[in-house]
């Protein structure tokens, strides 16, 4: 892994357990934001539509789509969303 990969590496780390620090502050009831970050392979418009329709996301629920770049490239897509049941269920179903 070159000094890129791993200083990315260690930022989603630092990203995943801030989120995780709010989260637990929060009260049960409150609504939770996931951050999805989607390697792309191939046109990122296809990527961002695959990924919407797989987890079922109604656009009122998705908060934004930030771009991942190197090398003048789109590499990822960070997909911010408000969490549902539905959707942990499709995430799920996508990692199998």
Do not use: C, F, K
């Amino acid at each position: 892994m070159g000094w890129l990969e791993d200083m990315q590496a260690r930022s989603r780390q630092q990203a995943a357990e801030a989120v995780a620090a709010v989260h637990a502050q929060l009260p049960p009831e409150a609504p939770r934001a996931v951050a999805d970050e989607i390697p792309v392979r191939g046109p990122v418009e296809a990527v961002i539509a695959w990924y919407i329709g797989w987890v079922g996301l109604a656009p009122a629920d998705v908060y934004g789509i930030v771009p991942s770049v190197s090398n003048d490239s789109i590499v990822a897509v960070t997909i911010v969303y408000l969490d549902r049941p539905e959707y942990a269920a499709a995430r799920a179903r996508l990692q199998r």
